[in-house]
């Protein structure tokens, strides 16, 4: 079975503290995405990385940053948190086949900045 | 550029009664589609996905789906609700060719009562 693992499922951070959200999948697969999942919203794409230590921008990167040092692992970075980014936080996966094969999603992890 | 529209953000039916969720979506060329299903403080599960082969796409538990051009159209449909259903469900598109990257409805939320 693909694992896509979100290390920490409930989160509590205040206002301007550095957030990490860590993910890993254990299909090798190239691609991984970071989403922010909001009522009403649905999924949004935060950013994207096709390769090591490659990325881009999705549809709302402003005020996230990522790393990816290593195949498996993709992480989320918020370097100043603010309430806004209040919410939940969905990592994916897929091969470089991309939509013909499957995205695998991660439970998520839900994030409060008070 | 792609996008996809929810028509309903809440359905309601009766236990055993047939399910329709709406799902009309806009493609520069022909798109893959997919509906995802979401229960409570859990990760996305991929219910079914067309990929321009069958226009009648079968997913897991009962679900199909059928891709019509002419209406722009892919709704979600089964034919016996059951309790377990009740759930969150998306439509998706894909946002570019062959990257993984995935454009999401707003989410329409199904309700079984018993």
């Known amino acids: 079975d693909v694992k896509v693992t979100q290390s920490s499922r409930y989160l509590v951070k205040r206002t301007g503290e550095k957030v990490f959200l860590e993910c890993v999948q254990d299909?090798?697969?190239?691609?991984m995405f970071w989403y922010r999942q909001d009522p009403g919203l649905g999924l949004r794409l935060i950013y994207f990385?096709?390769?090591?230590?490659?990325?881009e921008k999705g549809d709302i990167p402003e005020g996230y940053s990522v790393s990816r040092e290593k195949k498996e692992r993709f992480s989320l970075i918020l370097e100043s948190a603010s309430t806004n980014q209040t919410s939940m936080y969905l990592c994916?996966?897929?091969?470089?086949?991309?939509?013909?094969?499957?995205?695998?999603f991660g439970e998520g992890s839900w994030l409060t900045v008070v | 550029a792609q996008s996809v529209t929810q028509l309903d953000s809440h359905v309601s039916v009766s236990e055993g009664t047939p399910v329709l969720l709406r799902c009309n979506y806009s493609?520069?060329?022909?798109?893959?589609l997919f509906w995802y299903v979401q229960h409570p403080n859990k990760g996305l599960q991929l219910l079914l996905k067309?990929?321009?082969?069958?226009?009648l796409v079968k997913g897991i538990n009962g679900f199909e789906a059928e891709f019509k051009k002419s209406e722009t159209s892919f709704h979600l449909t089964k034919p016996s609700a059951h309790m377990s259903d009740a759930a969150e469900y998306f439509c998706?598109?894909?946002?570019?060719?062959?990257?993984?990257?995935?454009?999401f409805g707003q989410g329409t939320t199904l309700q079984v009562k018993p």
């Open positions: 994916a996966s897929a091969s470089p086949q991309g939509i013909r094969n499957t995205i695998y």
């Open positions: 299909m090798d697969h190239e691609n």
């Open positions: 990385s096709y390769d090591v230590k490659m990325k």
């Open positions: 493609s520069s060329y022909s798109p893959s």
């Open positions: 067309y990929t321009s082969a069958a226009t």
């Open positions: 998706v598109v894909e946002g570019s060719s062959n990257t993984g990257k995935l454009i």
